[in-house]
C-alpha cells in the first residue's frame, strides 16, 4: 500500500462522509510533481473548487478534519506519515481561513475544540473507513486486492478519478 495513494483516498473519504466539495483525486508520476512549500513536491492532490475560502469557511472543522485525514490515515496504517506529506494541506486550509500562516491557538479557536481532539476523532473514522479508502487505492492503482504486491511503481502513472468514479469505489459509509 501505497502511502500516496493512501493519503488522497483517506482525504477522499473524509470529504464525502463530510459532505465537502472536491472534483477529482490523483497521484502523479516523478515528472509531473510540483514544487510547492520549503521546496517540498506534491506527489498527489485532493483537487477541490476554487475559492477554497468559499467551503472552507463555511464548514471549518469538517474541512480541517478532510485536509488532515492523508497524515492521520499514514499514521494509523503504517505507524508513521511520510515527511512534509501533509503540509500544503494545512497551509490550504489556512489559506481558506484567511490565516497568513499556521498558529495552534487561531486554529484550536476557529475548531472550537484541541487540535488533538480533531485529529484522535478523525483516526477513529478512518479506522472504521478503513475498507473504503482502500477500496479507492484498489480502484485507482488497478492493483487487485490481495494480489501480492506491496509496491507500485510511480513510473506506471499518472493516476486520476473523478468525484463519480471516487463515490463508486468508496461505497456507503460502514
Same mark, same amino acid.
Given at each position: 500500500?501505497?502511502?500516496?495513494?493512501?493519503?488522497?483516498?483517506? %482525504?477522499?473519504?473524509?470529504?464525502?462522509?463530510?459532505? &465537502?466539495?472536491?472534483?477529482? !483525486?490523483?497521484? *502523479?508520476?516523478? $515528472? +509531473?510533481?510540483?514544487?510547492?512549500?520549503?521546496?517540498?513536491?506534491?506527489?498527489?492532490?485532493?483537487?477541490?473548487?476554487?475559492?477554497?475560502?468559499?467551503?472552507?469557511?463555511?464548514?471549518?472543522?469538517?474541512?480541517?478534519?478532510?485536509?488532515?485525514?492523508?497524515?492521520?490515515?499514514?499514521?494509523?496504517?503504517?505507524?508513521? %506519515?511520510?515527511?512534509?506529506?501533509?503540509?500544503?494541506? &494545512?497551509?490550504?486550509?489556512? !489559506?481558506?481561513? *484567511?490565516?497568513? $500562516? +499556521?498558529?495552534?491557538?487561531?486554529?484550536?479557536?476557529?475548531?472550537?475544540?484541541?487540535?488533538?481532539?480533531?485529529?484522535?476523532?478523525?483516526?477513529?473514522?478512518?479506522?472504521?473507513?478503513?475498507?473504503?479508502?482502500?477500496?479507492?487505492?484498489?480502484?485507482?492503482?488497478?492493483?487487485?486486492?490481495?494480489?501480492?504486491?506491496?509496491?507500485?511503481?510511480?513510473?506506471?502513472?499518472?493516476?486520476?478519478?473523478?468525484?463519480?468514479?471516487?463515490?463508486?469505489?468508496?461505497?456507503?459509509?460502514?
Amino acid at each position: 500500500m501505497s502511502h500516496t495513494f493512501l493519503h488522497e483516498a483517506a %482525504h477522499a473519504v473524509l470529504a464525502i462522509d463530510r459532505e &465537502l466539495p472536491f472534483i477529482r !483525486i490523483s497521484v *502523479g508520476t516523478p $515528472e +509531473y510533481f510540483e514544487p510547492t512549500h520549503a521546496g517540498r513536491e506534491v506527489a498527489g492532490g485532493l483537487h477541490v473548487p476554487q475559492p477554497v475560502s468559499t467551503w472552507i469557511q463555511e464548514n471549518p472543522l469538517a474541512s480541517y478534519e478532510m485536509m488532515i485525514a492523508g497524515k492521520v490515515c499514514e499514521d494509523a496504517a503504517f505507524g508513521h %506519515h511520510l515527511d512534509g506529506s501533509w503540509h500544503g494541506d &494545512l497551509a490550504l486550509w489556512c !489559506i481558506g481561513m *484567511g490565516l497568513s $500562516e +499556521y498558529s495552534q491557538d487561531l486554529v484550536e479557536e476557529a475548531l472550537g475544540q484541541s487540535i488533538l481532539d480533531v485529529e484522535a476523532g478523525v483516526r477513529g473514522h478512518l479506522v472504521a473507513q478503513y475498507p473504503r479508502a482502500k477500496a479507492i487505492v484498489v480502484a485507482m492503482s488497478g492493483i487487485a486486492d490481495g494480489s501480492g504486491h506491496t509496491t507500485l511503481s510511480y513510473d506506471e502513472g499518472p493516476w486520476s478519478m473523478e468525484r463519480d468514479e471516487v463515490l463508486a469505489a468508496a461505497g456507503p459509509q460502514l
